[in-house]
């Protein structure tokens, strides 16, 4: 499953959570159907981080930060 779609995902379960007076049972399955998307997305960051630092690493072999430049846009 994509990035994206799992923070979709994790949005609907939040918005269903906060609208809806749901009984407890259906409310704590959301909560832990949420909470193993967020592990998940955390999983998903870490390892593109990683990517990252392999990517963008100096001459010496070390990581070197760099800022990100802003995209250009079209519009």
Same mark, same amino acid.
């Not at 939040?14 to 259906?26: D, F, G, Q, T």
């Given at each position: 499953?994509?990035?994206?779609?799992?923070?979709?995902?994790?949005?609907?379960? !939040?918005?269903?959570?906060?609208?809806?007076?749901?009984?407890?049972?259906?409310?704590?399955?959301?909560?832990?159907?949420?909470?193993?998307? !967020?592990?998940?997305?955390?999983?998903?960051?870490?390892?593109?981080?990683?990517?990252?630092? !392999?990517?963008?690493?100096?001459?010496?072999?070390?990581?070197?930060?760099?800022?990100?430049?802003?995209?250009?846009?079209?519009?």
């Amino acid at each position: 499953m994509k990035f994206e779609e799992r923070l979709g995902d994790l949005e609907a379960i !939040v918005e269903k959570l906060e609208a809806a007076e749901l009984p407890l049972e259906e409310a704590l399955a959301l909560f832990e159907k949420g909470i193993a998307l !967020v592990r998940q997305l955390a999983t998903q960051l870490d390892e593109v981080e990683r990517k990252l630092e !392999v990517l963008t690493r100096n001459a010496a072999g070390e990581p070197a930060l760099r800022e990100m430049e802003e995209p250009k846009r079209g519009d």
